[in-house]
């Protein structure tokens, strides 16, 4: 429900990090967790060894703004406009079953898929050689908060957090502004549409990576990125759990819904 983050959550990063232990420590007694994909037993974070192995990954991505490349480098739309951010990096494509997952956590309020799928991006993360100190999930307007009575990114990038040993830094920017979807929007009216919409309230680490539940047309997170720079951090990582398979110059579309 919305009330639950009607504290602070930046109050409460301690507590919580404690209590997701505990939880975890928990879940270990009832026993071995069942395969949220399939039923069958899982091995580790609610995923069986046959569909961890079988989840679609972005193999050739641009290393800048993670999008697709049809051979390794740069693409040209980094090279001509780099966006904000240093880095882009999103383990996986939005293709079946990491789109259902997401799909039933924020349409369907299945919130178990939160733990999953933090728990899968964690794991991709701590092969980083240097992780950054931080993470900042895409903060929800709250009118969206109260439609949907809870935030799916912020509470996939806890998980991702307590997978990777990172901070996770959920009230340092806020969104002040609503706006409407940006995919039907060009480049430079997302960019006005989003001017001023974030804003930071405290002091960034100096290596934080923005969080978000699909990359879509990355222009949020550049946006966020730019606030956080000016607020005085020194390198921004934009995290991801997918890019949208739709990204393309010129012709981004919204996730099919499935
Ligand atoms: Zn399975
Ligand atoms: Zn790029």
Request: charged share 20%; hydrophobic share 40%; aromatic share 6%.
């Amino acid at each position: 429900m919305a009330t639950e983050y009607s504290v602070p959550v930046e109050m409460c990063q301690p507590n919580l990090a404690f209590f997701m232990n505990i939880w975890r420590c928990f879940d270990h007694l009832l026993g071995p967790p069942t395969c949220q994909l399939c039923g069958a037993r899982g091995l580790g974070p609610e995923i069986c060894g046959g569909c961890y192995r079988d989840l679609p990954r972005a193999r050739l991505a641009c290393p800048v703004c993670a999008g697709p490349v049809p051979v390794a480098g740069v693409c040209p739309g980094c090279v001509l406009r780099p966006p904000a951010y240093d880095r882009a990096r999103v383990p996986f494509i939005y293709g079946f079953p990491v789109n259902r997952l997401i799909h039933r956590l924020k349409y369907g309020g299945v919130r178990s898929h939160a733990r999953l799928l933090g728990e899968l991006v964690g794991r991709a993360m701590r092969r980083i050689e240097t992780l950054p100190e931080a993470i900042v999930p895409v903060p929800l307007h709250p009118r969206r908060l109260r439609q949907r009575g809870f935030d799916q990114a912020r509470d996939i990038a806890a998980f991702v957090a307590g997978a990777t040993g990172l901070r996770l830094r959920a009230g340092l920017c806020v969104k002040r502004r609503y706006t409407p979807p940006l995919w039907p929007l060009t480049a430079g009216e997302r960019r006005r549409l989003l001017e001023g919409t974030f804003e930071c309230r405290g002091q960034p680490p100096s290596r934080v990576a923005v969080f978000d539940d699909i990359l879509t047309t990355g222009a949020t997170a550049n946006a966020l990125a730019r606030i956080l720079r000016a607020a005085g951090a020194d390198e921004v990582e934009l995290w991801a759990v997918a890019r949208s398979p739709l990204i393309s110059a010129g012709s981004i579309q919204p996730p099919a819904n499935v």
